[in-house]
């Protein structure tokens, strides 16, 4: 299902579950986090808890090519993820992660890491659980939200974007960052890279939900992304309020 940008009063949503997917620089981060926001809802950034536990394993000596020895460590560290839009934060064993795992190490292994059944396992039940626990409804961005982490989220969304559109939003989040000589097809041919292994990994693959709806972000600014999910949760909110009330 494709949807256009439409405008819509705006209605206070019941404590929704919004599943919101999508590859690199769909603009998922930006939209989640705004849309939480500006609903009262909670948000949570599953890729952060990823890329956190790929930060222990390198801190740790952790050889991340090593699949068993990923495994084998997968328990140890502990990951608090905090879920307000306007201050996410995530820590590693009580320590801020937010900076250390935005590095272009970190963003190199995540892929070989998160792709182990036993990490995948863990992460998935820390992400269950949180979203269980949010008393307002939550937005939980991700790659195998809709699919596996939250079969049953009261919306799924799921952005797309060309890979030229994509990688110039990476590249531009990355410009004044360790990556400044990054360049636009280097860019883009690592996103690419990143798809293909996240769409290819046995254990919960980045895939399209069937009952999810498709934002194709290519053409539309971060505004109108932002308008078009806000329309979209506040009437999965108002459908899940009539059944409550019947």
Do not use: H
Not at 117 to 140: K, M, N
Not at 157 to 184: C, H, M, N, V, Y
Request: charged share 25%; net charge negative; glycine share 8%.
């Amino acid at each position: 299902m494709f949807v256009t940008v439409e405008t819509a009063a705006r209605t206070a949503p019941a404590a929704v579950i919004v599943a919101i997917d999508g590859p690199a620089g769909t603009g998922k981060s930006s939209t989640s986090k705004a849309v939480a926001a500006k609903l009262g809802l909670g948000y949570l950034d599953t890729g952060a808890q990823y890329r956190a536990i790929t930060w222990w394993m390198l801190n740790n000596g952790i050889d991340v090519d090593d699949a068993i020895a990923v495994a084998d460590a997968a328990a140890k560290p502990v990951i608090v993820s905090g879920t307000d839009p306007a201050a996410p934060t995530i820590t590693v064993d009580g320590l801020d992660a937010a900076g250390p795992i935005r590095t272009q190490e970190v963003t190199a292994a995540v892929s070989a890491v998160s792709a182990v059944p036993e990490v995948r396992a863990l992460i998935t039940d820390l992400q269950r659980s949180i979203a269980a626990e949010a008393p307002d409804g939550i937005v939980v961005e991700g790659r195998d939200i809709g699919i596996t982490v939250l079969p049953d989220a009261d919306l799924k969304i799921f952005l797309t974007a060309s890979p030229e559109a994509r990688a110039a939003r990476r590249s531009g989040e990355l410009k004044g960052k360790e990556a400044q000589a990054t360049d636009l097809a280097a860019t883009r041919e690592a996103l690419i890279k990143r798809d293909a292994a996240d769409s290819g990994r046995k254990t919960s693959p980045l895939a399209k939900a069937d009952d999810a709806v498709e934002v194709d972000t290519t053409e539309l600014t971060l505004e109108q992304v932002i308008e078009c999910v806000v329309t979209l949760i506040e009437g999965a909110g108002a459908e899940k309020a009539g059944r409550v009330a019947r």
